[in-house]
């Protein structure tokens, strides 16, 4: 049996459609069948921006992952023929900061398509013990009613769990209001999971199509590149104010990765108020960090989510919470080399997932 990856050999060319044997699973590993695999903003950063993969080249890119586990080497039987999803930062699990439950910042941990092979593949090779399991219905589809695929459900794997873990430790509750600068993929997904918490939830953007297809899940929405920052501060202000919402202690999430969301976020500090920085871009900013001392607010950033947060993250879209439907598209994989183009033009409004 053979697999098929596309592999990144120079970021110059396209990605190469190699066929190779199927690799076997060592102790502790399972190989999936790769069932869906998500196209997000860092692959492109390897690719087109000259990011560099902690893993030499060639290498297949990708890690937001789906699929069904069809081998397994010693110690991981038990997941074989099970449906899962490859968190896309594995941390080592034994090290201090893991055992602390802080895995997200372990050195020895794992991500598909930077420190091991990716998803752009039909198949993939993972460590089992960081595997968050998708429970199947009788029809062999996801459980729940949401409907969502198996493959649809890859975003989980990055592009949800990311803001969920921000969210989660922002200490967001239902008498809260959250803020999001910038609501493309994941600021998107956050803004969803803010309302499924039962926060107030406002969105800032400066593109209308954004905004236009998050307005049914946010309170209230706001375009940041028509109106001046005070003008905004003040929409922002009176809108939590009419909502009969806490004038303190906003919880603002910067999800655009870009210089000016970043301003943005941060100018809309308040007394007690918390800023994650989720987005990332190489930019600087020129800002006042005394704010932070005046306001009493904290800042802090959030790098990917750690395994112990994906049930509860998949299970609100399992329940139907979160929507996925209508913010990813499925492609077959051999087609990756056009998504990658068509998402780096900015010419999908969707997260792709690549199909093999
Ligand atoms: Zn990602
Ligand atoms: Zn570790």
Redesign the pocket.
């Known amino acids: 049996m053979s697999m098929i990856s596309w592999q990144m050999a120079d970021p110059k060319k396209p990605l190469q459609r190699v066929e190779t044997p199927v690799p076997a699973p060592g102790t502790g590993e399972v190989r999936l069948r790769v069932v869906g695999c998500g196209v997000c903003h860092t692959d492109l950063g390897f690719y087109y921006d000259g990011v560099r993969t902690k893993s030499p080249l060639p290498l297949t890119l990708g890690h937001e992952i789906s699929g069904m586990v069809e081998a397994a080497g010693p110690g991981a039987e038990q997941w074989t023929g099970k449906a899962v999803l490859v968190p896309a930062v594995m941390?080592?699990?034994?090290?201090?900061?893991?055992?602390r439950r802080f895995?997200n910042i372990?050195?020895?941990?794992k991500m598909p398509g930077n420190d091991i092979q990716g998803g752009f593949a039909s198949h993939i090779v993972v460590p089992a013990a960081q595997l968050c399991e998708v429970p199947l219905g009788k029809d062999g589809r996801p459980a729940g009613t949401s409907g969502v695929s198996l493959a649809e459900l890859a975003v989980v794997a990055d592009a949800l769990t990311t803001p969920y873990q921000a969210i989660r430790e922002s200490g967001l509750t239902e008498l809260d209001t959250a803020i999001f600068v910038g609501v493309g993929g994941v600021g998107g997904f956050g803004v969803q999971i803010a309302k499924a918490a039962g926060a107030l939830v406002l969105a800032i953007d400066v593109d209308p199509q954004k905004l236009e297809s998050i307005a049914p899940y946010a309170d209230a929405t706001f375009n940041a590149a028509q109106i001046a920052f005070k003008d905004l501060r003040k929409a922002v202000s009176d809108t939590v104010k009419e909502k009969g919402r806490r004038r303190t202690e906003w919880k603002i999430f910067e999800t655009s990765g870009t210089a000016a969301g970043q301003q943005t976020a941060f100018g809309l500090l308040t007394f007690g108020a918390s800023l994650a920085v989720v987005g990332f871009t190489m930019d600087s900013v020129n800002i006042r960090l005394s704010n932070l001392m005046a306001f009493h607010a904290t800042a802090r950033g959030n790098w990917g989510c750690v395994p112990e947060h994906y049930p509860a993250a998949l299970k609100l879209v399992l329940d139907g919470k979160v929507k996925l439907g209508p913010f990813v598209k499925t492609f077959p994989l051999d087609r990756i080399n056009e998504v990658f183009e068509m998402v780096h033009s900015r010419k999908i409004r969707e997260r792709p997932v690549m199909v093999p």
């Not at 941390?91 to 055992?99: I, L, N, Y």
């Open positions: 941390p080592c699990g034994q090290c201090d900061v893991c055992k895995g372990c050195a020895a941990q």
